[in-house]
């Protein structure tokens, strides 16, 4: 997500950084730039006029063209003009209320809202340790109700028998009672969506809402729609009054434009990020983090958090034990490549690393995607046990079979044994310096991509 509207943005700001002293010309040119990228990105016109009046205010005052570094100064207010149109500050999910909780899922037919209504149920009773159950309420689309059934069963979520025949606000009301009875802190409640909007829809969802006073009322809008998810976000908002948005496929969306525009639009604070179908795939939404991203600076607090979130302790207290003795076989590489996988793949780790937009389009131009991590996981596979111990053994004939059993070949095959011999060389020069070494040199890293592409 933000991969064109950064990519855009970086080179305005390129720009600037040569010139040096700016006058209030340069700094004209760069904001007629900075309009065609938010364009671009999809951003809503009104939205990009109310940005840039803001910026070019801040921006042409004595203090930014007599500054020691004005490059960095108009970076900056961009950065915290940013920051104010995505929302300031997270807005998590308002839960201070007396259990159960009801929480409203709206949205339109196709925008994820029941695949999203199940990842924030299990987001609730792992991160929040809440007693949640789910109700389907959509008596309209085909299997809905089974559906949500199914993903409740892979969340370990409970969700409200289904009785056939049923209408929405009743079945809203025997969710509650049920949760009251047994205990549940929360209930989430997924709406029927339609295709587009009408006013059985909003009808439905008007009545539920009356019914249940909900303490939120979610939108779930596909990223993938642009504008129209604008349009659909200030509908819903006239109608049920939400108070939150969740973007959805946000990972097959390089513009970004939709999550600039319904904040701003609507007032209303987007609060999640759906990226992926798996049921962890729902990130919180963080205003200044996602800003950074945007202007190349990276999201390293975001990158430390999910590698907290993935890494085993054990496993993490046994490669530390493995460095400090000055080993690392071929399971360890393994590892660091499943580790990578766990964290989201190269676009998802470097996509919070600071100043790699460059690095991004050479990757894309020498071929090196996700696909090469699973390509070399497979050619560490096809060793045997030994082989991975024991790398000095392999030989041209057994680089041979394993380039045969991994579907590559004996080149690839000698770049992963390259990549290897320098972590292992590497690993070898911390475990000497001991503790403190380890301490300052912190682990070697994931593994290298360099001069390994695709044939």
């Not at 990757?363 to 090469?372: M, S």
């Amino acid at each position: 997500m933000f991969d064109t509207l950064s990519a855009r943005l970086g080179q305005v700001f390129d720009k600037l950084r040569g010139r040096g002293a700016l006058s209030e010309g340069d700094v004209d040119e760069a904001l007629r730039e900075v309009r065609v990228a938010l364009l671009e990105a999809d951003v809503a016109l009104p939205v990009v006029k109310d940005f840039l009046a803001q910026v070019r205010e801040h921006a042409v005052g004595q203090e930014v063209i007599r500054s020691v570094a004005p490059a960095q100064m108009v970076i900056k207010i961009v950065y915290d003009h940013l920051v104010s149109t995505l929302g300031s500050e997270a807005a998590g999910i308002n839960l201070a209320a007396q259990p159960p909780v009801p929480v409203l899922m709206v949205g339109l037919q196709g925008s994820g809202k029941t695949t999203t209504t199940a990842k924030l149920a299990l987001r609730l009773q792992n991160e929040n340790k809440k007693k949640v159950m789910m109700a389907s309420l959509d008596v309209h689309r085909p299997a809905a109700q089974e559906q949500l059934r199914v993903l409740g069963e892979q969340a370990g979520v409970v969700t409200l028998p289904v009785i056939a025949g049923q209408q929405p606000v009743d079945i809203a009301k025997r969710a509650m009672d049920a949760a009251r009875l047994r205990g549940f802190d929360v209930v989430l409640l997924d709406t029927a969506g339609r295709l587009s909007i009408d006013e059985a829809l909003m009808a439905e969802a008007s009545l539920v809402r009356t019914a249940v006073r909900p303490s939120e009322v979610l939108l779930v809008a596909d990223a993938l729609t642009g504008q129209d998810a604008v349009t659909t976000a200030k509908a819903f908002h006239a109608r049920l009054g939400v108070t939150g948005i969740v973007l959805t496929r946000v990972d097959g969306d390089s513009r970004g434009g939709a999550a600039l525009s319904m904040r701003a639009v609507t007032g209303v604070p987007i609060k999640f990020l759906g990226a992926g179908e798996k049921l962890d795939a729902l990130e919180p939404f963080y205003p200044d983090r996602i800003a950074s991203r945007i202007l190349g600076m990276g999201d390293i607090v975001s990158l430390v958090e999910k590698a907290k979130a993935t890494i085993d302790e054990d496993d993490a207290k046994k490669m530390e034990a493995k460095l400090l003795a000055g080993s690392f076989d071929m399971d360890d590489y393994a590892s660091q490549i499943k580790q990578m996988r766990k964290m989201g793949g190269l676009d998802g780790v470097m996509a919070m690393l600071p100043g790699v937009a460059k690095a991004k389009a050479q990757l894309a131009a020498a071929n090196i995607d996700d696909k090469l991590l699973a390509r070399q996981l497979a050619i560490i596979q096809s060793m045997t046990k030994e082989e991975r111990r024991k790398v000095k053994i392999l030989d041209a004939s057994r680089r041979r079979r394993i380039a045969e059993g991994s579907g590559t070949s004996v080149p690839e095959v000698n770049k992963v044994l390259k990549q290897h011999r320098t972590m292992a060389d590497m690993v070898k020069k911390i475990g000497k310096l001991g503790p403190k070494g380890l301490a300052r040199h912190g682990l070697p890293g994931f593994p290298g991509t360099a001069g390994f592409g695709r044939n």
